[in-house]
């Protein structure tokens, strides 16, 4: 699918080479399995995502990308060539990644995470800045 303009034409082969040649393809193609990989994850250990779970997700995305008529989102698919169903599919693996993440954290230790440094440090700052707002007022 090519995207045209008065004067030129821009193929998709085009932007994945450009992307390739500019180190972007492969933390792309990365987060792409990264997602796959979870979302087939989440499925064996039987999540599903409701419809009514995907109608909200959409909901939100519309609403955050300012898309409010149906005729706004069939525009925004259309000119980022993308189908309905490319956009559902997306959305059910978002929710799938989410909750198969919140599945996670209720089996594990806490504290095998927030034992490490960076985790501590971040905290830190994170009870340093609470107590300078309340401090500085």
Do not use: C
């Not at 997306?90 to 989410?98: D, G, K, M, R």
């Amino acid at each position: 699918m090519a995207q045209k303009t008065p004067e030129l034409e821009i193929d998709v082969t085009e932007v994945v080479d450009y992307l390739k040649l500019n180190g972007g393809f492969a933390a792309a193609l990365g987060e792409v399995v990264k997602r796959k990989i979870t979302a087939d994850a989440a499925k064996k250990h039987r999540i599903k995502v409701t419809t009514k779970e995907l109608q909200k997700a959409a909901d939100v995305f519309r609403i955050d990308s300012g898309l409010y008529k149906a005729s706004e989102m069939e525009n925004w698919l259309k000119s980022n060539g993308l189908s309905v169903e490319a956009f559902e599919e997306y959305l059910e693996t978002s929710l799938l990644v989410a909750k198969f993440k919140h599945a996670l954290v209720t089996k594990v230790k806490p504290g095998k995470y927030l034992a490490s440094a960076p985790i501590k440090d971040a905290v830190r700052e994170m009870a340093y800045q609470d107590w300078f707002a309340k401090a500085a007022k």
